[in-house]
């Protein structure tokens, strides 16, 4: 279970009340383990605070985590919506990403591979958004895409973490990208 999770010391864990999420406050942030992907991701955004998370408890009726620092107060991770995951789907991914170079400057370079029959990629920043959204056509099964770090409408995105998906099937993969 500590797929993708730095080694941290671990505060507090709450669990979703559907069991789909253990939240994890550490003292490198706040932290996610999604159960169908097997993986952590950091919930650290450019609106969250960069400090050591204490406590965390789950708010089922919110369908929320609320975490907590000592210098910040509350901070609260709302699930909105579940994206490119199936219940029913396999936890084994028919595609994959990989994001190059980290940190990324001026671009990111996304080597895709298993795409057969085309697919999209998805970039979230670290509140859920979708920051850029590209379909890909069939074509070669490894296919490298140049992102050049702007969002929908031709400006650059902030400085931060943010989330690539790609999906070909039921069950993406994702990567993170770290933008300087």
């Known amino acids: 279970?500590?797929?993708?999770?730095?080694?941290?010391?671990?505060?507090?864990?709450?669990?979703?009340?559907?069991?789909?999420?253990?939240f994890a406050a550490t003292?490198?942030?706040?932290?996610?383990?999604?159960?169908?992907?097997?993986?952590?991701?950091?919930?650290?955004?450019?609106d969250s605070p960069d400090q050591t998370?204490?406590?965390?408890?789950y708010l089922p009726g919110q369908r929320t985590a609320r975490f907590c620092t000592y210098g910040r107060g509350l901070w609260d991770f709302k699930i909105e919506e579940e994206l490119g995951v199936s219940d029913q789907a396999s936890t084994e991914s028919t595609v994959s990403v990989r994001a190059f170079p980290l940190p990324a400057t001026s671009s990111v370079s996304l080597d895709i591979g298993g795409l057969e029959n085309g697919g999209r990629l998805m970039v979230f920043d670290m509140e859920g958004?979708?920051?850029?959204s590209l379909?890909?056509?069939?074509?070669?099964?490894?296919q490298t895409i140049l992102w050049d770090l702007c969002d929908f409408s031709g400006r650059r995105v902030s400085p931060g973490n943010y989330i690539c998906t790609v999906s070909s099937g039921p069950v993406p993969d994702f990567c993170k990208i770290v933008v300087e």
């Open 27 to 46: 003292e490198s942030g706040p932290y996610v383990y999604i159960e169908s992907l097997k993986k952590w991701f950091s919930l650290a955004g450019k």
């Open 1 to 22: 279970m500590d797929s993708s999770l730095p080694k941290t010391l671990i505060y507090k864990i709450a669990i979703s009340d559907d069991e789909k999420y253990v």
């Open 129 to 132: 958004r979708v920051v850029k």
């Open 135 to 142: 379909k890909i056509s069939a074509g070669p099964t490894n």
């Open 53 to 57: 998370y204490w406590s965390v408890e």
